[in-house]
């Protein structure tokens, strides 16, 4: 059953870059939330 087998691998690949995407994700909200804050902080003095 070769083709039970590829596409067993290639649904663990997804899975894999899922998990990847998702982490990726969280990276650049959590930099856009730092630039916001950023931004508010320097828009506060004014």
């Known amino acids: 059953m070769r083709s039970v087998q590829d596409l067993d691998g290639l649904m663990s ?13 969280e990276q650049i909200h959590r930099a856009v939330g730092e630039m916001d ?3 508010q ?3 506060a003095p004014v």
Request: net charge positive; aromatic share 0%; glycine share 0%.
């Open 13 to 25: 690949k997804i899975a894999h870059a899922s998990d990847a995407q998702k982490n990726d994700i």
């Open 37 to 39: 804050k950023a931004t």
């Open 41 to 43: 902080q320097n828009a």
